[in-house]
């Protein structure tokens, strides 16, 4: 199982998609989460609307690759009609490990149309649908603190999809419980580098499961 950070590895709230969190994941080799938007005609990093401070795309992703890491990078996207300068910025540094989620599916469409990878949405609002079929994974999400769908998660990876789990954490819940249902599935799952953990303390993950 690989573990990528959320929005970079953070210490303090105010790092969150921040040079600082980027280069901390980095170079301790996790990929990471991270938002996308657009600004002034450029791509930017940005949960929420930008406000200008904000750093690029093309900055991310000068991080990324002078770090060395091969992490994978979970690229959600919070506007449309963003494909042509993604997959130019992704080709022009050589990034091939990395998934685009989170995009309506108008434009997950596009972007598949685009020959980008892209991964579909699964959680107890989110039943497995057409779109599946067409997407390279899934990103499992869950809101309310609900078991962990082994079943789904399974019969994706055996489909030779990956899946990347949202730890508990990221909605304000204990991480405990989740990451034990993990490390009780079948060992060729939990062991297949088609399953990741997206979380926001990525060396506590690394700690527990490599234990």
């Known amino acids: 199982m690989e573990i990528i950070s959320h929005r970079g590895y ?17 170079l301790l080799g996790f990929g990471t989460e991270t938002d996308l938007r657009d600004a002034g005609g450029e791509v930017v990093i940005s949960h929420d ?11 991310l992703l000068n991080i990324y690759v002078a770090s060395q890491c091969n992490g994978t990078l979970a690229l959600n996207i919070k506007a449309d009609g963003l494909q042509e300068i ?39 609002y989110e039943p497995p649908s057409l779109l ?17 769908n082994k079943e789904i998660l399974i019969d ?7 899946v990347c789990i949202v730890s508990s954490e990221l909605h304000g819940r204990d991480h405990v419980s989740l ?17 990741i953990l997206c979380t926001d303390i990525p060396e506590a993950a690394r700690s527990y499961f490599n234990e």
């Open 179 to 195: 990451w034990k249902e993990i490390s009780e599935i079948d060992s060729k799952i939990y062991s297949s580098d088609r399953l």
């Open 86 to 124: 993604v997959l130019k910025e992704l080709n022009k540094f050589g990034v091939k490990n990395y998934f685009l989620f989170d995009m309506s599916v108008p434009d997950c469409l596009v972007s598949l149309r685009h020959g980008l990878t892209c991964f579909a949405r699964y959680s107890e």
């Open 49 to 59: 609307m930008p406000k200008g401070s904000e750093i690029s795309f093309t900055e």
């Open 132 to 148: 599946w079929s067409y997407c390279q994974g899934v990103w499992y999400d869950n809101f309310n603190g609900a078991s962990l």
């Open 10 to 26: 953070w210490k303090q709230p105010s790092e969150k998609n921040c040079i600082e969190a980027f280069e901390r994941s980095f």
């Open 156 to 162: 994706v990876i055996n489909s030779g999809k990956k």
